[in-house]
């Protein structure tokens, strides 16, 4: 897993690498604008484009001013630099690289919020203008200006995190952070980066390593952690080799209704896919020739009006809601499966919307069930929330109170678990964005709880390998069905 770090921690860290490598804090600085440089001219390679660097008087500025130095030796030949006088401190970063551009003669503007420079005729603007110090939202001067670079339409690559933009907490305004096209950070992305606000902010990142110490970032504790290729394939295990079907659990799916069972046929569908020795699916019976037609794998249980809830012994776990509805049969059957207390639940769509509707029901949750709610379902849960930072704070105030696992679903999907910490699946693409994808990631999930997987673990591999499908879909489109059919081989890639 990679430890994301706060603003305050990247400081730590670079101070404790600068002790701990015997550098000096400008050798730091000019492995950081090495590492930007190369990114930057792999991207932007011709030498003879107009590139403006406009920079503040910290360290990111200080950045900006080493960047134009560097540029310039690479035979970059029109590199002008922009200085934004507007706080009276100046870093020693900053005072050492302006010397060194004015002994290169690389032409300098310092800038007065009277008349900001026409940037028709630049290529590109280097946004070097506040990095991670950022400790309140821009006024004044400082978001003048940043709208006028915004509304220039010129390209914008920022250096490290666009300015204004804060690297944790809520974010605020979208016109008082810079709109880059390209962000360069240093070491490891932010925590916002991953937040729907970044929209806005970043159209792209891209992560350059500046040698921080990676034991010291390991024992870093922001509460945020990114889950990676190397965790999935440790945590995945292959099929043993004596194995029956009993090996891999039995799944019971309660899901679909009449006009929905096309739910329940994903659901059951990717519960197959992804593993389980045995999946039931508990569905309306003039759904059963679609289900036996479509998945002649899957063992029905009809339900009909007034039927119980099958006795849920002999499943090894149990998922409900999906295209479930919400009316009072319903209800009952959701209400049963919660008293009967299941040893490894999962819930999604319509059983999510039950629980906000009667909040004894969440209070009755076994410990460790996973909750699978997209953005309306989870406010329906906890409560309207004005941005995704306050929606994750809740998760996690509810994952530990209630000891559950959340899945908070989005283009970088936050999974909350009873310990508070909040792991983010970096996969997925927006070719995933159609219906039925819910069904299918809460079908994996169930399937890989029956075989044996914790509910943190399930949480994690199911959204990772769930992404993973989807982006073999990238600038096209997904339908649900047919990432089902994918699952088995993105899972053979990740073990062997
Ligand atoms: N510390 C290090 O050793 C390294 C730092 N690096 C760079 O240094 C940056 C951080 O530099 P600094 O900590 O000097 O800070 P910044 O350069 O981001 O900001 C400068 C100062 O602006 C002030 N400020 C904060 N919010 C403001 C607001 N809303 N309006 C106006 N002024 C505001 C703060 O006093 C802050 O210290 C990183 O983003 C990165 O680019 C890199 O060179 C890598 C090494
Ligand atoms: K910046």
Redesign the pocket.
């Known amino acids: 897993m990679m430890h994301l770090l706060t ?1 305050s921690q ?2 730590q860290a ?2 404790y ?2 002790q701990q490598r015997k550098i000096s ?1 400008d050798d ?2 000019e ?3 090495n590492a930007f440089c190369r990114t930057f001219i792999a991207t932007f390679p011709d030498k003879h484009q107009f590139i403006s660097v406009y920079c ?8 900006g001013l ?1 960047i134009a130095r560097l540029l310039v030796r690479e035979g970059y030949q029109q590199v002008t630099v922009k200085i934004a006088p ?2 009276r ?1 100046r ?1 020693e ?2 005072r050492l690289n302006l010397g060194r551009v004015e002994s290169l003669r690389i032409p300098v503007t310092e800038l007065s919020a009277d008349g900001f420079p026409d940037e028709s005729q630049a290529t590109v603007l280097i946004d ?13 001067s ?1 978001q003048l200006l940043v709208r006028h670079l915004n509304n220039s339409g010129r390209p914008i690559v920022s ?3 666009p ?2 933009f804060p690297a944790e907490g809520p974010v605020g305004d979208p016109e008082d952070f810079i709109h880059a096209t390209l962000v360069i950070t ?1 070491q490891l992305p932010k925590i916002n980066f991953f937040f729907p606000e970044s929209e806005k902010a970043i159209a792209e990142f891209k992560v350059v390593d ?1 040698g921080l110490d990676p034991e010291f970032i390991s024992g870093q504790q922001s509460g945020f952690t990114l889950v990676t290729d190397a965790a999935v394939r440790t945590l995945l295990q292959p099929r043993r080799p004596f194995s029956h079907k009993g090996t891999y659990g039995h799944t019971l799916i309660i899901a679909g209704k009449s006009e929905t069972m096309g739910a329940a046929l994903l659901c059951s569908e990717a519960s197959l896919f992804t593993g389980a020795g045995l999946t039931t699916a508990f569905v309306p019976r003039d759904g059963l020739t679609a289900l036996n037609v479509r998945s002649p794998e899957v063992i029905a249980i009809i339900r009909i009006a007034g039927s119980p809830l099958p006795k849920i012994d002999k499943y090894t776990a149990i998922l409900a809601g999906p295209g479930f509805g919400t009316d009072q049969e319903a209800i009952a059957i959701i209400r049963q499966l919660i008293d009967a207390r299941p040893g490894k639940l999962v819930l999604d769509a319509d059983a999510l919307t039950i629980l906000s509707k009667d909040p004894q029901l969440l209070d009755k949750l076994p410990a460790e069930t996973i909750l699978t709610p997209h953005m309306k379902e989870f406010d329906r849960l906890f409560g309207a929330h004005e941005h995704w930072w306050a929606r994750v704070q809740t998760a996690r105030k509810y994952a530990s109170l209630k000891r559950l696992v959340i899945v908070l679903k989005n283009r970088y999907t936050f999974i909350i678990l009873p310990d508070g910490q909040v792991m983010i699946n970096p996969t997925g693409s927006p070719a995933m964005a159609t219906g039925g994808m819910g069904d299918v990631l809460a079908g994996m999930a169930v399937s890989l709880l029956a075989q044996g997987y914790a509910a943190g673990e399930t949480a994690m591999l199911a959204t990772y390998i769930h992404g993973l499908c989807g982006a073999q879909y990238e600038g096209m489109v997904c339908p649900a069905a047919e990432l089902v059919k994918l699952i088995p081989a993105k899972m053979k890639a990740l073990i062997h």
């Open positions: 603003a990247t400081r670079d101070q690498t600068i804090a730091l600085m492995d950081a604008v503040g008087t910290g360290n990111n500025g200080g950045d080493a507007f706080n401190s870093a970063g900053f070097a203008l506040l990095g991670s110090g950022l400790n309140k939202p821009l006024t004044g400082w250096v490290d995190i300015t204004g240093f500046i």
